[in-house]
């Protein structure tokens, strides 16, 4: 009954940017902490960066200074702006989020994953 969606993945230069959306839809009533994990092949999937419905945030070392994890919370929709993207960075995005819906239940959703390839 709910759903996150992921978007903006693409193929980028190194050097490039990008911005991943993550719209989750359903019966909410708050969307809460909202992780974004990547998985690349052969790899285990890891965090990337968190951040909390009030704001805290968190950042994996490797995405420190390039990347920006957001919110807008009226939209139900968190973000990932990446920048200085390398090679290493590819990988299939996830979103991750803690949700607490209408009927009183969470529920701890994660979206289909979007693909990122930075060429050389």
């Known amino acids: 009954q709910v759903q996150l969606v992921e978007s903006g993945g693409g193929l980028v230069q190194a050097g490039g940017s990008l911005r991943l959306s993550c719209a989750a839809s359903g019966d909410i009533v708050s969307f809460n902490f909202v992780s974004w994990y990547r998985q690349a092949p052969g790899n285990q999937r890891e965090l990337v960066a968190s951040i909390t419905r009030g704001g805290n945030i968190y950042y994996a070392t490797f995405a420190k200074g390039r990347f920006t994890i957001s919110r807008d919370n009226a939209k139900n929709t968190g973000y990932l702006e990446m920048n200085s993207l390398k090679p290493e960075d590819s990988a299939v995005y996830y979103c991750?989020?803690?949700?607490?819906?209408?009927?009183?239940?969470?529920?701890?959703?994660w979206g289909q994953g979007t693909q990122v390839t930075v060429s050389p």
């Open positions: 991750n989020s803690h949700i607490l819906m209408s009927n009183t239940m969470t529920v701890d959703a």
